[in-house]
């Protein structure tokens, strides 16, 4: 059985290092793949132990498989979830969150407005405070 990019197989978790999960998969002859932490589970994974322990039964998806004989696994691409309605999502993509609609969308030119008083506010006051404790204008240290 060779092992094609995008097929789903049932594995077997044989180690867990800090970067992810070693998977072994295959019928009849044995391969082992690498679950990164990052194709755990959907959400942010700090610790991979709180998501698998060594023997348990996986269903991963084979994301890539390199010259070198290295195989991609993933988890969470595994997993079927319903298609969101509108443009269907490309493989290998996150789907991008949907923002809330924005009150006012500002220009740029009232962002850059904004930003050069915000700049001269700050200036000023640091100018203020900086000659305060020199002793003001034109003192001489001596």
């Known amino acids: 059985m060779s092992i094609e990019v995008g097929s789903k197989l049932q594995g077997k978790v044989t180690g867990i290092t800090n970067f992810g999960a070693f998977v072994e998969i295959g019928d009849s002859e044995k391969k082992t793949g690498l679950v990164h932490i990052s194709e755990v589970a959907d ?5 991979i132990n709180e998501h698998l322990k060594v ?4 269903t991963v998806k ?11 696994l993933s988890i969470k691409k595994a997993i079927d979830r319903p298609q969101r309605e509108g443009r269907p999502q490309r493989e290998g ?3 991008r969150q949907q923002r809330p609609p924005r009150e006012r969308a500002e220009t740029f030119e009232s962002k850059m407005n904004r ?3 915000d700049s001269e506010d700050r200036l000023a006051s640091l100018k203020k405070h ?7 204008r034109g003192a001489k240290r001596g």
């Open 43 to 47: 959400s942010y994974v700090k610790d």
């Open 115 to 117: 930003f050069l008083k």
């Open 130 to 136: 900086t000659e305060g404790r020199r002793g003001g």
């Open 62 to 72: 084979v994301i890539n498989v390199e010259k070198d004989g290295k195989i991609g």
């Open 93 to 95: 993509r996150p789907q």
């Open 55 to 58: 023997g348990d039964e996986v």
